[in-house]
């Protein structure tokens, strides 16, 4: 089969490798039909993931159709149309049990880390792609919704939701701030509504971005490069500050914005993937009475999402802006990486 390999920062080749197959009773194996690219995997092509090594095959978003199952799955079988999970967890250990497969217990890649896809394991830019834990892992797709919506509940939905909006704890009626309106942002600003936020203001300095935040939520958009960024995101919170504050970068800078936007007693929610240590001013921020979360995706609102999504009460279309054959994936990588020239926000490849 045809892969995405990582040979080391700044190099990735479309190649043959040997098929995906199971291994394991609890396996699947899946035909990709539809893949994506993330901001993470471009992290990793730089060299930012120092435990994704030379031969390894990228990828961790994907819609497909199972090819074989091991003896020991029951909830799915061959000729299933599936989302794959960016996450795989056992379901039976501790971290599975208490709703956290991000901290999956089991062997697979490594115990502790659920994020085994195109990191610690083969993942989901290929022909093929090796399931494991496939009954918790894979998750059938109703036949109205298209692959296009359907990769984007592998990752960034499940992500902006579980680690911007529900961490943040949104209430209903709260104002609330996303920092960065790249993919993850939008899916923040897309599903804060969910829990009755009053006003969601996107923050970015890309004046497309924040024209598609405008289409999936936002009431009010903000470019931080203006001098005065800050007074304007402050004239709309009221209250001395945003209630929730959602960091969708990754950077230190993007993040010390989060802390200084918030009100007293309110929530600092970190989604961005750090590169570099950020700093803390707790000189400041303990007498505030803030709290500041962080997260890996767990997946587990999936099906909830995949529910709101194929009812059409998900705006997500706007997602998708660039379209490649899955073999054409190195260019996609291309135009993904320069999305600041080329306006990409998911790039979907297909088969």
Same mark, same amino acid.
């Given at each position: ?5 990582? =040979? ?38 730089? @060299? ?8 390894? /095959?990228?990828? =961790?978003?994907? /819609? ?5 199952? @091991? ?22 250990? *501790? ?7 991000? =901290? ?47 990769? $984007? ?15 943040? +704890?949104? +209430? ?18 897309? #599903?804060?509504? $969910? ?58 800078? #993007?993040? *010390? ?16 993937? =750090? ?32 529910? $709101? ?11 998708? *802006? ?18 600041? +020239?080329? +306006? ?8």
């Amino acid at each position: 089969m045809k892969a995405l390999v990582f =040979h080391g920062p700044n190099t990735i080749a479309w190649e043959e490798v040997p098929d995906a197959r199971l291994l394991e009773p609890t396996d699947a194996v899946v035909r990709v039909d539809t893949t994506t690219i993330c901001g993470t995997d471009l992290h990793i092509l730089h @060299g930012d993931v120092p435990a994704v090594t030379d031969g390894r /095959v990228l990828g =961790h978003e994907g /819609v497909g159709t199972i090819v074989a199952v @091991g003896d020991g799955v029951s909830s799915h079988a061959v000729g299933e149309r599936v989302i794959i999970s960016c996450i795989s967890g056992c379901g039976v250990c *501790t971290y599975c049990r208490s709703q956290n497969p991000s =901290h999956c217990l089991a062997p697979e890649g490594m115990s502790g880390i659920g994020w085994v896809l195109g990191h610690l394991i083969d993942g989901t830019q290929a022909e093929l792609v090796r399931v494991p834990f496939a009954d918790s892992s894979l998750h059938r797709l109703p036949p109205n919704v298209p692959d296009e919506l359907a990769v $984007l509940l592998s990752d960034i939905l499940p992500t902006g939701f579980e680690i911007g909006v529900r961490y943040g +704890q949104v +209430q209903p009626g709260d104002t609330v701030a996303v920092v960065g309106a790249g993919p993850v942002g939008l899916a923040a600003i897309a #599903t804060a509504g $969910l829990y009755g936020a009053a006003q969601i203001i996107a923050i970015d300095t890309d004046g497309h971005r924040l024209d598609v935040a405008k289409r999936l939520g936002a009431t009010v958009t903000v470019d931080p490069s203006a001098p005065e960024w800050k007074a304007q995101v402050l004239a709309v919170a009221e209250e001395g500050g945003v209630d929730v504050a959602i960091e969708c970068v990754g950077i230190p800078q #993007t993040f *010390t914005m989060c802390t200084e936007l918030v009100r007293p007693g309110g929530h600092v929610a970190n989604v961005g993937v =750090h590169g570099t240590p950020a700093e803390l001013a707790l000189q400041d921020l303990w007498i505030r009475n803030i709290t500041i979360t962080t997260g890996l995706v767990n997946t587990t609102t999936l099906p909830m999402l995949l529910r $709101l999504v194929a009812a059409g009460k998900l705006p997500v279309q706007a997602f998708v *802006t660039h379209r490649f054959d899955l073999a054409d994936i190195v260019s996609a990588y291309d135009t993904f990486g320069r999305a600041a +020239q080329t +306006q990409a926000l998911k790039v979907l490849l297909t088969r």
